[in-house]
Nanobody, 125 residues
Framework: QVQLVESGGGLVQAGGSLRLSCAASGRTFSSDAMGWFRQAPGKEREFVGISRSGGSTLYRDSVKGRFTVSRDNAKNTVYLQMNSLKPEDTAVYYC???????????????????WGQGTQVTVSS
């Protein structure tokens, strides 16, 4: 049984930093894409960033230069380092993974095979 378990969420002031972790079990994801989505109250889940199977990364425009996705394949874990946080970054953050054979846009939730349960990030002004 595949599980993705996020940790590291919390409350932080604007301008601060947080680091989220997502530990995977039940499957090795070293050849797959792993990344992050977020969902604010009343809004749809949106793509944040991803580490693709070849190691390259992709981000939504609003987090470029502030967020960094990295991974440790030995630990089967992906991270999201969030700096210069803004109140509009407040959301539940979800870890997501998709098998290498998957195609389609990285921005589309339908193109992911596995999801974590989410961790709350709240940024106060």
């Amino acid at each position: 049984q595949v599980q993705l378990v996020e940790s590291g969420g919390g409350l932080v002031q604007a301008g601060g930093s947080l680091r989220l972790s997502c530990a995977a079990s039940g499957r090795t994801f070293s050849s797959d894409a792993m990344g992050w989505f977020r969902q604010a109250p009343g809004k749809e889940r949106e793509f944040v960033g991803i580490s693709r199977s070849g190691g390259s990364t992709l981000y939504r425009d609003s987090v470029k230069g502030r967020f960094t996705v990295s991974r440790d394949n030995a630990k089967n874990t992906v991270y999201l380092q969030m700096n210069s946080l803004k109140p509009e970054d407040t959301a539940v953050y979800y870890c997501a993974a998709r098998r290498r054979v998957r195609s389609g846009s990285y921005y589309d939730t339908a193109n992911y095979d596995y999801w974590g349960q989410g961790t709350q990030v709240t940024v106060s002004s």
